[in-house]
C-alpha cells in the first residue's frame, strides 16, 4: 500500500485589484459606521462583548508548540478518517465568506459524491449549513447540531465521533478565542471581526492521549491546526447573535458505506 502523506491544497489566487478596491471601500464604510454601533453595544450589550473581548486576550494558539507539530499531524493523517481526507482531495475557500461552503464540500467530497455544490458564499448559522449538507448530499448524511451551550461534554463526546469513517464533524466557532483580535486591535474592523467572526472548517480528527483536536482550517492561512479540546469547546460556546444562539458542532451521520 501506498503511504499517503499530506500535501498542502492550493492556495486561492491573490485579490484582483478590483476586489482589493472594493474591500478597501467596505472597510472604510464600516470603520465609519461601527464606532457608534460599538459604544451602543459597550453601553447596553456588555454581557455579550464582555467574554469574548477576555476571551480574546489569552494568548494566541499559534504560540503553542504543539499548534502545528509535523509529527501528531502526521499520527491524525495516518488515521482510518485521515486517510479518507487525504485521499478525498482538501481543498481551501477560494475568497472570504466561502467557508461553510469549502467545509461542506471537502466533507461531502470524503464521503464520495462527486456532484458537488459550486463554491459561494454559503450557509451562515449551524442549522443553515446542517439542511444545506443534507440537501447537498441527497439523504447520503443525516446531520445534527451540538451547540456549545449543550456543555463541554456534549461537545467532546461529538469530537470523538470525528474518529469514527461513520461520520464527519464540522465546527462552526469564532476566531478571536482561539487567535485573538487581528492586530491593530483598535481598528474598529479588527473589533467587530473579533465580536462576529465566525467561521466554518472541517474537524479531521481527535488525539485523545493529546487531548487534541484536528481543525482543517479552510482559510489557507491557518490550514491544518490542532487545538486543545477545551480552548475550541471555547471558541464554540461564544454567542452567535444571527442565530440568536451559542456557536456549535455539525456531525453529519454518513449513510452509505466507504
Ligand atoms: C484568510 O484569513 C486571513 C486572516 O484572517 C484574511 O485576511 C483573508 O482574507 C482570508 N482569506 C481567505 C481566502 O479566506
Ligand atoms: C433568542 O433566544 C432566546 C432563548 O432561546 C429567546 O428567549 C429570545 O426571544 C430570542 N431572541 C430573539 C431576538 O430572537
Given at each position: 500500500?501506498?503511504?499517503?502523506?499530506?500535501?498542502?491544497?492550493?492556495?486561492?489566487?491573490?485579490?484582483?485589484?478590483?476586489?482589493?478596491?472594493?474591500?478597501?471601500?467596505?472597510?472604510?464604510?464600516?470603520?465609519?459606521?461601527?464606532?457608534?454601533?460599538?459604544?451602543?453595544?459597550?453601553?447596553?450589550?456588555?454581557?455579550?462583548?464582555?467574554?469574548?473581548?477576555?476571551?480574546?486576550?489569552?494568548?494566541?494558539?499559534?504560540?503553542?508548540?504543539?499548534?502545528?507539530?509535523?509529527?501528531?499531524?502526521?499520527?491524525?493523517?495516518?488515521?482510518?478518517?485521515?486517510k479518507i481526507y487525504l485521499e478525498s482531495d482538501l481543498?481551501?475557500?477560494?475568497?472570504?465568506?466561502?467557508?461553510?461552503?469549502?467545509?461542506?464540500?471537502?466533507?461531502?467530497?470524503?464521503?464520495?459524491?462527486?456532484?458537488?455544490?459550486?463554491?459561494?458564499?454559503?450557509?451562515?448559522?449551524?442549522?443553515?449549513?446542517?439542511?444545506?449538507?443534507?440537501?447537498?448530499?441527497?439523504?447520503?448524511?443525516?446531520?445534527?447540531?451540538?451547540?456549545?451551550?449543550?456543555?463541554?461534554?456534549?461537545?467532546?463526546?461529538?469530537?470523538?465521533?470525528?474518529?469514527?469513517?461513520?461520520?464527519?464533524?464540522?465546527?462552526?466557532?469564532?476566531?478571536?478565542?482561539?487567535?485573538?483580535?487581528?492586530?491593530?486591535?483598535?481598528?474598529?474592523?479588527?473589533?467587530?471581526?473579533?465580536?462576529?467572526?465566525?467561521?466554518?472548517?472541517?474537524?479531521?480528527?481527535?488525539?485523545?492521549?493529546?487531548?487534541?483536536?484536528?481543525?482543517?482550517?479552510?482559510?489557507?492561512?491557518?490550514?491544518?491546526?490542532?487545538?486543545?479540546?477545551?480552548?475550541?469547546?471555547?471558541?464554540?460556546?461564544?454567542?452567535?447573535?444571527?442565530?440568536?444562539?451559542?456557536?456549535?458542532?455539525?456531525?453529519?451521520?454518513?449513510?452509505?458505506?466507504?
Open positions: 500500500m501506498v503511504a499517503l502523506c499530506y500535501t498542502e491544497p492550493l492556495h486561492p489566487a491573490p485579490r484582483s485589484a478590483f476586489d482589493r478596491i472594493r474591500r478597501a471601500l467596505l472597510v472604510t464604510v464600516l470603520s465609519i459606521l461601527i464606532p457608534p454601533y460599538l459604544a451602543y453595544a459597550y453601553l447596553f450589550q456588555r454581557s455579550f462583548i464582555d467574554p469574548i473581548m477576555s476571551a480574546a486576550k489569552r494568548e494566541s494558539i499559534k504560540l503553542d508548540p504543539k499548534y502545528k507539530n509535523p509529527d501528531l499531524l502526521k499520527r491524525i493523517w495516518s488515521t482510518k478518517v485521515g481543498e481551501y475557500q477560494c475568497q472570504e465568506g466561502y467557508c461553510s461552503s469549502a467545509t461542506m464540500r471537502n466533507i461531502l467530497k470524503s464521503i464520495g459524491i462527486s456532484s458537488l455544490p459550486p463554491p459561494r458564499s454559503g450557509a451562515s448559522t449551524p442549522l443553515k449549513y446542517a439542511q444545506a449538507i443534507d440537501k447537498a448530499s441527497n439523504g447520503q448524511t443525516t446531520s445534527s447540531i451540538v451547540y456549545g451551550s449543550e456543555g463541554y461534554e456534549a461537545f467532546m463526546c461529538t469530537v470523538k465521533k470525528a474518529n469514527d469513517p461513520n461520520y464527519r464533524v464540522a465546527v462552526n466557532f469564532l476566531r478571536s478565542p482561539l487567535f485573538g483580535i487581528t492586530q491593530p486591535s483598535y481598528l474598529p474592523i479588527n473589533f467587530v471581526l473579533a465580536l462576529f467572526g465566525g467561521h466554518f472548517s472541517v474537524i479531521v480528527g481527535y488525539l485523545e492521549d493529546e487531548d487534541l483536536v484536528a481543525v482543517f482550517d479552510v482559510n489557507h492561512t491557518y490550514g491544518p491546526y490542532l487545538v486543545d479540546s477545551k480552548r475550541l469547546y471555547d471558541a464554540v460556546n461564544s454567542y452567535d447573535k444571527m442565530a440568536n444562539n451559542t456557536r456549535a458542532l455539525i456531525v453529519s451521520q454518513v449513510n452509505i458505506s466507504n
